[in-house]
Structure formats: structure tokens, C-alpha cells
């Protein structure tokens, strides 16, 4: 059974600070790994995907890593911003025949201005 | 915006009541998931239907079924709600059952 775990819980760090968000999965055949974000009361919007055979993605201030072997994910937020406050949560997504994704708990970001 | 939509927004039931809430996937989308988010957690499975089909199911009881329709829209269904089914709903399209899934506002419901 996959199990998703970040760490820490939440997180405070200034504005214009570069942050890395951690996220650690127990089964390492997985198909992807997905970070969302989730503002207060509001539904998930997708940051970055990774298939289970790259490495990193990009978008913008965000990068996105994949290990496998290790069953860790980390976000990494360059130059973070106030509106970078959200709650951050990965998903891991099993292989085919188990395509549920498998959340983490979250980390909740705030930049401080 | 992902283009999936919820509806409600929120909504209020009593303990023993029975609940739909739905939810209507991008246009072409033919895999709907559903998760359910308590305070403070992460989402947790539900089920997934493909082409009308269930696809697979998560560690919910046999009361929370669902319905998707050949229109992209889907429904889940609570019965017997209890104080615990108290949580935010999300409902997530795909392609496919392996392709990236969009999620949608979500439902918050409360039972009292």
C-alpha cells in the first residue's frame, strides 16, 4: 500500500527566500508524481508532473524532482513571493491497474512579507 | 480554471440523510475520479469511473456510490450520512484512466 508523507507540516520562511518542499512516497513503482497547490476551502490546481521517467520539471519559479530509488519528490520555489502562500501537496500515481492518486498530508506554505 | 465544475458549493445535511453531489468533467474527458478531503488531510480515493464503469474503488464503505453519464457529467451519492462524512469533495477529469487528472472546486459538506 502506498503511503505519501511531507514534511514539515508547515512552513514560514520571508519573501524573495529560495524554499524546498519535501515529499517521500514508500512504493517506488509508481506511474507519476504530481504537486498541487490548494488555497483555503478551494480545490487542487496542478503545478508540475512528473512521469517516472524524467527527473525534474520546470514551470516558471517552480522545479520539480523525482528519485525513485530514494521514494522522494522535492518543489523547489525560487525567489518565493506572498502569493506563493498556499497549502503544497503531492500525489503519487500508481502503475497501470492502480491509477488512484495516493496524497501526502501537505505542507502549508506562508512568505512572510 | 481546469473547465470541471461542482455543484453545490457547500451544502448542510442531518445524520441519516442521503446526499448527491455533482460534478461536470472538461468536454472529451471520459475518466471522472472522486476524493474526499477532511480538514487538515490530503485527499483520499473514492472511486473512478471510465466510460460509465466504476474503475476502481478506495477504502469507502458500500453507501457512497456514483453514476457517470455519457453527457461528462457524474454524480456521487452518500447514504446514511454520518458526522465524519463531513469533508470537502473533489471530483477530477482525465482523458484516460492514467492521464492527468483536473480537478474541480469541490464540494464542502457538513453533517450535523
Known amino acids: 500500500k502506498q503511503e505519501v508523507t511531507q514534511i514539515p507540516a508547515a512552513l514560514s520562511v520571508p519573501e524573495g527566500e529560495n524554499l524546498v518542499l519535501n515529499c517521500s512516497f514508500t512504493d517506488s513503482a509508481i506511474y507519476n508524481l504530481q504537486w498541487f497547490r490548494q488555497d483555503p476551502g478551494k480545490g487542487l490546481t496542478s503545478l508540475l508532473l512528473i512521469q517516472s521517467s524524467q527527473r525534474e520539471q520546470t514551470s516558471g519559479r517552480l522545479n520539480a524532482s523525482l528519485d525513485k530509488s530514494s521514494g522522494r519528490s522535492t518543489l523547489y520555489i525560487a525567489a518565493s513571493q506572498p502569493g506563493d502562500s498556499a497549502t503544497y501537496l503531492c500525489a503519487a500515481r500508481g502503475n497501470f491497474g492502480n491509477e488512484k492518486l495516493t496524497f501526502g498530508t501537505g505542507t502549508r506554505l506562508t512568505i512572510i512579507p | 480554471e481546469t473547465g470541471v465544475t461542482q455543484s453545490p458549493t457547500h451544502l448542510i445535511k442531518t445524520r441519516g440523510q442521503q446526499v448527491t453531489l455533482r460534478c461536470s468533467s472538461q468536454?472529451?474527458?471520459?475518466?471522472v475520479s472522486w476524493y474526499q478531503q477532511a480538514l487538515g488531510q490530503g485527499p483520499q480515493f473514492i472511486f473512478q469511473?471510465?466510460?460509465?464503469?466504476?474503475?476502481g474503488r478506495g477504502n469507502f464503505p458500500p453507501r457512497f456510490s456514483g453514476l457517470q453519464f455519457p453527457n461528462y457529467s457524474s454524480e456521487l451519492n452518500v447514504n446514511a450520512l454520518e458526522l465524519d462524512d463531513s469533508a470537502l469533495y473533489l471530483c477530477a477529469s482525465s482523458w484516460d484512466r492514467d492521464t492527468e487528472q483536473y480537478f474541480g472546486p469541490g464540494t464542502r459538506l457538513t453533517v450535523t
Open positions: 468536454s472529451g474527458h471520459n475518466t
Open positions: 469511473y471510465y466510460r460509465e464503469e466504476e474503475n
